[in-house]
């Protein structure tokens, strides 16, 4: 369903409804027991409804434009889990294609939760307007409410652990999801000067706040295959939350000295702030940038630029997950610590240079080819686990 009405020439309002019903099965893989049981392919049933409504408005002017909006979307599933007999249960099961072993050596059936019923607020706002001395502002802001309380589903259904083990008890009975999303976008750009150079300013914010339930689960299955080799570790667990702060900002020059000739230099930041679930909280990188444009005729346009950056980190702590999420001291090695040596591609410190050449071919109006082709190198330079060399 879809409205919208005019009342000025300047003003617009519009309101959509969209549902969508998703009905049938598809192939689905489902694992027996853990560690080490089996699998097995089945269909999984499928009844899903999306809900999604959407209302928009918007005031433009030759100098001033504004626009914002509201969009509600809400996912509804039928089917929360799904549950298939395990087929190596069985005091008459012997080894059988596929990985069986003793008879009776695996649980009666497993259980698998499918996509959690959801929904999602999401507000934005953008406008633009035109300055002088050739200068336009375009700035836009979003802003999401994320909800999600599916009911848990225990850790086994086999062999009685939970009732045996007092200990498995769920905390909560569901999780209490609560995520928000900020994002904020600026584009700057201005030609000041009577000579052909063209300025911009780019910055751009994006918040990832998860403010959902943290439960304490007091113990979790290690093996649930069968009364032998079962077993329970007690080592409370907490559940994570990865909330981060991520923000870029760039600034360029770009220079036209011939009617087909264009070069561009600028310098960028990126800067992260993360929770202290992340083995670095606080990391920045400088960045610096180089283009060269040349475009001999109208459906021709080449281009070879060159970035640099180098980001470093306030100090790496290999261990962080096990300190947040299991209450471990600094000091920890146990199972679910990591090598003191290990740095993580997206948060080690790292010197990093790219060049791009790209070549954009547009033959018509309605056809265009851009092939291209990079070279990176990058350098972790503060991970002995990459730096260790055999010895001569």
Known sequence: MFFNISPTDKTNFSAELTRIFKDGQRPFGMAFGSPGGNFLELVQPISQTIYEFKTRGSYITEKFQLQGGYTLSVFVNDFPWVRADNPCNGDGVTTIAGGCGAPGNSGQFGTTSLPPN??????????????????????????????????????TYSNGLVAANPSLQLPQSSLNGNVQTALFNLDVTSRPLQAPVTFTLKYRLYDYMDNSDTPVFSAFIINDQNAITQAVGQEPMRAGRYSFLRQNADVAGRYQFTPNMALTLGLGWEGWNRSHDYEVTLSNEALAKAAFDYTPTDWLLTRLSYTAGFRRGGGYNTNAWGEANMNQPPTFTGSASQ????????????????????????????LTFTPSASYKYADYISSGLFEQQAAP
Do not use: C, I, S, W
Request: no cysteine.
């Open 339 to 366: 090598l003191t040596t290990l740095r993580k591609f997206n948060e080690g410190d790292r010197n990093q240079q790219v060049l791009t050449l790209m070549t954009q071919v547009t033959p018509n109006d309605t």
């Open 118 to 155: 959801n929904q999602a607020h999401t507000f934005n706002l953008q406008g633009g307007v035109n300055l002088p001395m050739r200068t336009r502002v375009n700035a836009n802001f979003t802003y999401q409410l994320r909800f999600q309380n599916q009911d848990f589903q225990q850790q």
